[in-house]
Structure formats: structure tokens, C-alpha cells
């Protein structure tokens, strides 16, 4: 089984940066994919950003693509998401999400994911 163990939320103004770490129990942590989504008040769990098994593919929605970055170091077991200018609508619960997933288009379902983070808060003010 896999545990996931997020830190690094909190309230940032807009145009702030802030980095997101989830760390993962287990050995055998590089044959996941990674991938973080956020849910808004209201709204659906939307994908965020992914990272494939190894780190060769990385995968970012159209709203944050230049603004945000995941990484990954598998020898810590743990991934990244870095964000920068952050605006108002990024506000929201952030999960991470280990998973198996072949392609760019099944890494951005959540159902590809099998282990949940238990989420964190993203509040960014104007």
C-alpha cells in the first residue's frame, strides 16, 4: 500500500509562489505515476499536473502550463509542485495521487490514480 503525506499549502497573494512536497511511503515509488489535482468550492476535482512512471512524461493543464512545474526525486520518495504567479481562481484543495497510467490522456483522469493524498488548502488572495 501506499501512503501519501502532503505539505506546503497556506494563503499566498496573487502573483505569490508557493511549493507543494507529498511524500510517499514505500519502495517501489518510481513505478508510479504522480499526479495533482485541486477541487474548488462547487466545483469538480480537476486535473493539475502529472508526472509518468520515471519522470519522462510531464503533463500540465492549459490553466497552469508556464506557472507551475512538478518534478519528482524518487530516491525521496517524494513530488513537487511548484507554483508562481498564483492567481485567485488556483484557490482551492490540492491532492496528490499515485497511479498507473500509459499515456498522457490517462494521466489526466482520476481514475487512473489508485492512492490519494488526504489534500491540502491553496487560498490565494487579490
Known amino acids: 500500500q501506499v501512503q501519501l503525506v502532503e505539505s506546503g499549502g497556506g494563503l499566498v497573494q496573487a502573483g505569490g509562489s508557493l511549493r507543494l512536497s507529498c511524500a510517499a511511503s514505500?519502495?517501489?515509488?518510481?513505478?508510479?505515476?504522480m499526479g495533482w489535482f485541486r477541487q474548488a468550492p462547487g466545483k469538480e476535482r480537476e486535473f493539475v499536473a502529472a508526472s509518468s512512471w520515471g519522470g519522462v512524461g510531464t503533463y500540465y493543464a492549459d490553466s497552469v502550463k508556464g506557472r507551475f512545474t512538478i518534478s519528482r526525486d524518487n530516491a525521496k520518495n517524494t513530488v513537487y509542485l511548484q507554483m508562481n504567479s498564483l492567481k485567485p481562481e488556483d484557490t482551492g484543495v490540492y491532492y496528490c495521487?499515485?497511479?498507473?497510467?500509459?499515456?498522457?490522456?490517462?494521466?489526466?483522469?482520476?481514475?487512473?490514480?489508485?492512492?490519494w493524498g488526504q489534500g491540502t488548502q491553496v487560498t490565494v488572495s487579490s
Open positions: 514505500g519502495r517501489t515509488f518510481s513505478r508510479f505515476a
Open positions: 495521487a499515485a497511479g498507473q497510467c500509459s499515456s498522457g490522456h490517462a494521466c489526466y483522469q482520476p481514475a487512473s490514480y489508485d492512492y
